[in-house]
């Protein structure tokens, strides 16, 4: 522990950002976040430079916007803090009692509320890259319940020149959308009562300067780490003071505490750019590469997958699946996943969840020929599940209907035909670990597809209290049950694509599906949204049919493997419907993927700003040696070419080899023709004057390679 001795500020220096917080009031209160500051600037300079006047009309002094805005320093927007004791002790006071610096990079301080009886901790840290991770915490110190009706996580001020909030929205297929709009004077709220992440509002947010695009200019982008629901609140007060508060999203009565209690809000992340959200990304990547859990995904290469879901459905024929595992080594696949439908009565989603035995009828050896022949063949076998669904035609359900979230007499919500277990239960999760035990010790998993594929509508436990909260602890209890018993098992959040992607589940598994829709067109849109806070390799990304089973697109093989490449590669596609020319063509891409996935797992994403028919991106290797760009023609342009392909994130000053690494056919443009065997360039002709785009098919991809030549 640090000494802290009596002090005005707290500073953080962290990633070239600084943080400066002012504990001098009652609350603590933010007084920079942003670019790092000069070892000279103080909190008493910053402290001065926002200095206002009077307003008309307004208290002599302005409440303050502190980590927790409190309702009690009469905060005119929404306060951080909403809580009471049986109608009283809502208006909240704390004043600061304790500053503490548990290393040069933290800060804990703790205020207190005598006279109500609450206690608030935050927790700062601003890591090496440039991270700001935090949460707080409430404690009730009074005599009685306190019902907590929202805490934020800290509450950061921004700058006022932000002028643009980017959300993200979607729908089931369609996740990770971002939308733009003004930064004026009043909030935007996106609220999330779905029960897990939500494939329509994810839990993050970016605030930019006027001109702000991938590449250039001031973005601030926050994350709530958490799969349950949720409350993302961005305002702008009549003073023009702007904030973000997010945090957990409370059922009725859900969150009482007792004398003595804490509650602690989800992980807040945040990050700061000045060089547009490719900054924003190229933190959070760093952060979470380097977080310990990420290890499990680091310590070996990323397997290629295939799963039999769009191949088969629910149509599990042994022979078939064998003939499927031959395909699937013979073009490199290293993993291969069996989907929904190999256990008890599982013909179609009508039935069979809740019932984890391996289905007799279809399998009288059990999994074990299949799993022989996946190793056999040099691949890892992986199995899907959704442990903490239930269909009401199930024994589990015949036995235990109790089990079941809800809340009589309202009537369950049709979903997929399946109901939610409810998992904060200790009996649910003895028996979901006893049946995940026991498949892990019968065979040799190494990888599990954890599905959720509805919404918690019914949040009601068995006593009447809501239990959406108790519902996700009890499953993060599961997965962190599951991961101690079976390290070296990766597990995979999917929740009907999407619908559970945040950096709180990724604590306990080790890749998300980023949408169940494998058309190459949308996953550009998804995966482009999507990693602004996620790095590509815990990102899947999957080959599907010829046609989309979703949209009924067709897309050609090469601008699916191109859009599936730079991410966690994998198949959907059924192998044995493919012609000759369709395999080599997929062999061969699961083979430049292999050549190149030290970098494409490894390197910064650059995406390249280019206009609305266009989408391109890049993966450059931390010491810049290499290089992989992406394009994709999405529509046909309004002039007869495209524009100029500018490299960006090449030394100008370097020297570079160029080559059309994908599609390996020939070229109309004598430029890409030439490109096939390779070009030498100086870095500034291709991060300034560019490449000229050939003349393409709508929905072509293009993929080069770049390496630095060494100097002399």
Avoid at 116 to 140: I, K, P
Avoid at 253 to 281: D, F, H, K, W
Avoid at 344 to 356: C, P, V
Avoid at 678 to 698: C, D, I, K, M, Y
């Amino acid at each position: 522990m640090l000494p802290t001795g009596p002090s005005d500020f707290v500073r953080l220096d962290g990633g070239a950002v600084s943080l400066v917080l002012d504990v001098r009031g009652p609350s603590p209160v933010t007084l920079y976040w942003g670019t790092g500051l000069d070892a000279g600037a103080d909190g008493s300079m910053l402290d001065l430079l926002a200095a206002r006047e009077d307003a008309p009309c307004s208290p002599l002094v302005a409440a303050p916007l502190a980590l927790t805005p409190l309702a009690g320093q009469a905060f005119p927007g929404r306060p951080g803090l909403l809580t009471h004791g049986e109608g009283r002790r809502w208006a909240t006071y704390t004043r600061i009692v304790d500053v503490r610096r548990p290393d040069p990079g933290a800060v804990e301080i703790d205020s207190v509320d005598e006279a109500n009886g609450v206690a608030l901790t935050h927790h700062l840290r601003l890591d090496r890259h440039g991270m700001l991770v935090g949460w707080t915490q409430v404690r009730n110190d009074g005599p009685g319940l306190l019902d907590l009706e929202w805490l934020s996580a800290p509450v950061l001020a921004l700058p006022p020149h932000l002028v643009e909030w980017v959300t993200f929205e979607g729908r089931w297929a369609g996740e990770y959308r971002m939308q733009t709009q003004p930064r004026v004077m009043g909030a935007v709220v996106k609220e999330n009562r779905r029960g897990r992440t939500s494939h329509d509002a994810f839990p993050g947010i970016l605030a930019q300067a006027a001109g702000a695009g991938d590449q250039a200019g001031e973005v601030y982008g926050l994350h709530l780490g958490w799969s349950g629901n949720h409350r993302l609140y961005a305002d702008t007060l009549s003073d023009g003071r702007a904030y973000v508060q997010m945090g957990e999203l409370f059922m009725p009565g859900e969150m009482r505490l007792a004398p003595g209690q804490i509650y602690r809000t989800p992980v807040l992340y945040a990050a700061c750019s000045l060089m547009g959200r490719n900054g924003i990304s190229a933190c959070f990547h760093a952060h979470v590469r380097n977080r310990p859990d990420h290890a499990r995904v680091r310590a070996k290469p990323r397997p290629v997958h295939y799963n039999t879901w769009e191949a088969v459905y629910f149509d599990h024929d042994p022979a078939l699946l064998l003939k499927l595992v031959d395909a699937a080594a013979d073009i490199g696949v290293e993993r291969f996943v069996l989907d929904d439908g190999w256990f008890r009565g599982r013909r179609s989603d009508r039935a069979g969840l809740g019932d984890w035995f391996v289905d007799e009828g279809i399998y009288p050896d059990g999994l074990h020929p299949i799993v022989a022949r996946v190793r056999e063949r040099g691949m890892e076998f992986g199995l899907w599940v959704e442990p903490e669904m239930v269909n009401p035609d199930s024994d589990l359900y015949r036995a235990h209907p109790d089990w079941v979230l809800g809340t009589p007499p309202a009537p369950q919500l049709v979903f997929r035909n399946q109901l939610v277990l409810d998992a904060s239960r200790v009996d649910v999760q003895d028996y979901l670990f006893a049946r995940l035990d026991a498949l892990l010790r019968d065979y040799p998993i190494s990888y599990l597809k954890w599905d959720m594929n509805r919404d918690i509508s019914h949040p009601g436990g068995v006593d009447g209290v809501a239990a959406a909260h108790a519902h996700v602890e009890g499953l993060y209890a599961l997965l962190r049950r599951v991961r101690d018993a079976y390290p070296d098992v990766e597990i995979e959040s999917c929740s009907a694509g999407g619908g559970r992607a945040d950096l709180g589940i990724l604590s306990l598994t080790d890749r998300v599906w980023a949408s169940d829709s494998n058309d190459a067109l949308d996953r550009l849109t998804i995966q482009r949204g999507l990693s602004t806070f996620l790095p590509p390799e815990l990102i899947g990304s999957h080959v599907g049919p010829t046609d989309c089973h979703i949209t009924g697109r067709r897309v050609a093989m090469a601008t699916r493997v191109a859009t599936a490449m730079f991410f966690h590669l994998g198949l959907e596609v059924n192998l044995l419907g493919l012609s000759d020319a369709e395999r080599m063509e997929l062999a061969a891409g699961i083979s430049l993927h292999k050549h190149y996935r030290p970098l494409l797992h490894d390197g910064r994403l650059i995406r390249l700003d280019r206009p609305a028919n266009e989408e391109a991106f890049g993966i450059l290797a931390a010491d810049g040696a290499q290089a992989l760009y992406s394009f994709t023609l999405l529509s046909e342009p309004s002039g007869y070419f495209a524009g100029r392909l500018r490299l960006a994130g090449l030394d100008p000053a370097a020297r570079y080899h160029v080559r059309l690494l994908w599609p390996d056919a020939a070229q109309k443009s004598p430029l890409f023709n030439s490109l096939r065997d390779g070009v030498l360039f100086t870095g500034s002709t291709l991060t300034e004057a560019g490449l000229q785009l050939p003349r393409l098919h709508p929905q072509s991809a293009l993929i080069l390679g770049v390496v630095r030549v060494p100097a002399g």
